[in-house]
């Protein structure tokens, strides 16, 4: 062919963190097929759907297959009564989010990804170890990236002092993937006073944030000036195991705008030239999911996780290894033992004990030397793991 291809694919790194892995725990499988493995590297949740956003779904079937209640394309942005329960979401969390500034999406990986559509070139901040999916759509725009080191010096919680830039793009993610750690108030409030003082916008993923304890921030909007310099990104897959379901949505204040444009006029501009809305039957789980009964259900879902994440966190305790998350986070960071590596430890485990997880190595450069463990596994592989880690640690 003659076409000119978008050559920043080819910037691109080789994304072999997961193959890599699944390459290695295929040959040792085929060396020594009678060792059972346990898995603690998965990112995905195991439990089934609630009963409440089943028997919402159930009859979202039922009604598209009448002619009073079929549905065709969904609204662009999301259907008012999902766009209702998202803002009481907000509100039950003291914040004040209209349901003009809420765009439905399939998923919040969508939504990271294709911000940048909406964005030209700027300068890029993005925290390293870091969810992948950042700083690849930055490469793929052909964005230039600073990473902003976190690690153990900062709790893995970096902060914008020293940073010297203006009108710049920060992706935040808290409850962390893959730290696990979590921003409070003040931490945050940082980050929110440096964007607005910067003219810079923050693009915060929250997908985490039913998992949090206590009282840290839940939304970015939960600290003052936010509505100036945030959008947030959330989604139902952590929250109502709605990986496979695909549900979740993106809030674009009012307030955003530079050079005399809305941000949310383009983004909904971006999203009702390129993605068709939501189907209805999800967008009735997702409601049911966000009802006082389903979501009471849903945290049931995340308090199983966590309850793996302390049965994980007491082993690390026991042995007085460093870590951060497994309290407001299902993932668990911890410092390989005896300063090996972090392909090194996933080597080990998997040849001495057979426990898989993940090398923080492919996290990013500051992930070298940790390791991610993860609570989505069931309550036995997570009770064996940790026994036969018990013996190596
Ligand atoms: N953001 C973070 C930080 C994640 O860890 C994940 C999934 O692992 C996502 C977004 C993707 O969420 P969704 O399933 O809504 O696309």
């Known amino acids: 062919m003659k076409i000119k291809l978008n050559t920043h694919y080819s910037e691109l790194k080789k994304n072999y963190l997961f193959s890599e892995i699944a390459r290695r725990v295929a040959a040792y499988s085929a ?113 230039s990236v600073t990473f902003i080191p976190a690690n153990r010096e900062n709790g893995f919680l970096p902060s914008p002092r020293g940073i010297d830039t203006n009108g710049a793009v920060i992706y935040l993610c808290s409850p962390n993937n893959p730290t696990g750690a979590v921003y409070d108030k003040a931490g945050l409030q940082e980050w929110v006073d440096f964007a607005v003082s910067t003219g810079s916008l923050i693009v915060f993923d929250s997908a985490y944030e039913a998992y949090i304890k206590g009282d840290l921030p839940h939304t970015i909007y939960q600290i003052e000036g936010a509505r100036k310099c945030a959008i947030e990104i959330c989604s139902f897959s952590k929250t109502a195991g709605f990986t496979g379901v695909r549900c979740s949505w993106a809030v674009v204040p009012r307030e955003l705008e530079s050079g005399g444009v809305k941000l949310a006029e383009y983004w909904a501009r971006r999203q009702s030239t390129k993605f068709n809305g939501v189907p209805y039957i999800v967008q009735r789980g997702a409601e049911a999911a966000f009802s006082k009964e389903g979501y009471a259900e849903c945290m049931g879902l995340v308090e199983y996780y966590m309850e793996n994440a302390r049965i994980i966190s007491a082993l690390l305790d026991r042995k007085g290894i460093y870590y951060t998350g497994g309290v407001s986070a299902p993932y668990i960071w911890m410092q390989c033992p005896n300063g090996l590596s972090s392909w090194e430890f996933f080597d080990e485990l998997l040849n001495t004990v057979q426990v898989v997880g993940t090398p923080g190595a492919g996290f990013g450069a500051n992930g070298e030397g940790f390791f991610r463990l993860t609570s989505f596994g069931t309550r036995d592989d997570t009770v064996e793991a940790v026994s036969r880690l018990e013996k190596i640690l």
């Not at 995905?44 to 009859?59: F, G, N």
């Not at 009481?88 to 500034?101: L, P, Q, S, V």
């Not at 919040?108 to 969810?131: E, F, M, Q, R, W």
């Open 31 to 143: 060396a020594d097929p009678q060792k059972k493995i346990v898995r603690l590297g998965i990112g995905d949740v195991t439990l089934p759907l609630s009963p409440c956003v089943i028997k919402a779904m159930e009859k979202a079937v039922a009604e598209m297959g009448k002619k009073e209640t079929f549905q065709g394309y969904p609204p662009s942005f999301g259907y008012d009564f999902l766009l209702k329960a998202i803002s009481n979401h907000y509100a039950a969390y003291g914040t004040d989010i209209g349901t003009d500034e809420i765009f439905v999406s399939d998923g919040a990986k969508s939504d990271v990804g294709n911000i940048t559509d909406i964005l030209g070139s700027n300068p890029v901040l993005i925290t390293d170890p870091v969810y992948p999916v950042y700083y690849d759509s930055n490469v793929m725009s052909g964005n």
